[in-house]
């Protein structure tokens, strides 16, 4: 949208186009970053609770939906 502007003339500021569009870039692949790293995080933990405890949580949590 800024570039558009530059290009346009009505805009002289393409460095600060430019700027926003790459910190913009950069934080969506932060925020796909931290979201895959969350997910991983959280897997490995529930793995290792189920391993520690030897039971399954997901199927105790189906296994309650069914009762009720």
Known sequence: M???RVKKG????K???TSGMVLGVISV???ITG???TLWVFNKASDEIERQTGN???EELHAGDLAK
Not at 10 to 13: C, D, L
């Open 2 to 4: 800024g570039r558009g």
């Open 10 to 13: 009505q805009a002289t500021v």
């Open 15 to 17: 460095g600060a186009a």
């Open 29 to 31: 692949l932060l925020w």
């Open 35 to 37: 979201l895959v790293l």
């Open 56 to 58: 399954n949580v997901s």
